[in-house]
Every structure is written in structure tokens, then in C-alpha cells.
């Protein structure tokens, strides 16, 4: 069945970075867009930034320029590069494929930007 598992969360200064992956499984990956979501304590699931199969990516307004995502179809996994991470930018953040019109969703990776 498919399987997304989301690692490389963790607590980082304002400015720093982190990059987040997600391993797929289950599914020919290189076949399907991908996308991350985030939710912020008390807030709702947002969408952060997509990956076409051809690799072609759109983000979220405020996170352009400082996030990158990519994807590694050898290795089945989808990457997340943030950079000049915000206090706004802590949430859980998810990995999620769509197919045949069903939402797969990872368990989420915590990123916590705080001083």
C-alpha cells in the first residue's frame, strides 16, 4: 500500500535551515506530482509547494525564495530545502501524493523555529 514517512523536522534558529524528506513507497513515484502541506498550532492544513512528475514546482507566495522542493525518482523521495526559516514557518509538515483521486498523507515532521 502506499506509504509516505516524513523526516528532518526538528528546532531551528530564525534564518537557519532545514531540509525535510519524504520516502514513498507503495506507488510509482516517479509517475505522480507530490506536494507538502503544513499546519500551524491552531491553525488549518496549508499548502506549501508541488512537484510535477516533469519536475516542474510552484509554491506558496510567502514561502518562495526561501523554500525549494525536489525530488529524487531513484530514491523515491521528495525533498523540502528551507532556508531563512521563520517563526511562521513552525508547523507539522506533511507530505502528500495525490492519486487516481484519492490523498495520501504522511504522519507529518515537526519544525519548530524559535530562539
Known amino acids: 500500500q502506499v506509504q509516505l514517512v516524513e523526516s528532518g523536522g526538528g528546532l531551528v534558529q530564525p534564518g537557519g535551515s532545514l531540509r525535510l524528506s519524504c520516502a514513498a513507497s507503495?506507488?510509482?513515484?516517479?509517475?505522480?506530482?507530490m506536494r507538502w502541506y503544513r499546519q500551524a498550532p491552531g491553525k488549518e492544513r496549508e499548502w506549501v509547494a508541488a512537484?510535477?512528475?516533469?519536475?516542474?514546482?510552484n509554491y506558496r507566495d510567502s514561502v518562495k525564495g526561501r523554500f525549494t522542493i525536489s525530488r529524487d525518482n531513484a530514491k523515491n523521495t521528495m525533498y523540502l530545502q528551507m532556508n531563512s526559516l521563520k517563526p511562521e514557518d513552525t508547523a507539522v509538515y506533511y507530505c502528500n501524493a495525490p492519486i487516481s483521486g484519492m490523498d495520501y498523507w504522511g504522519k507529518g515532521t515537526l519544525v519548530t523555529v524559535s530562539s
Open positions: 512537484i510535477t512528475a516533469s519536475s516542474l514546482t
Open positions: 507503495g506507488f510509482t513515484f516517479s509517475g505522480y506530482a
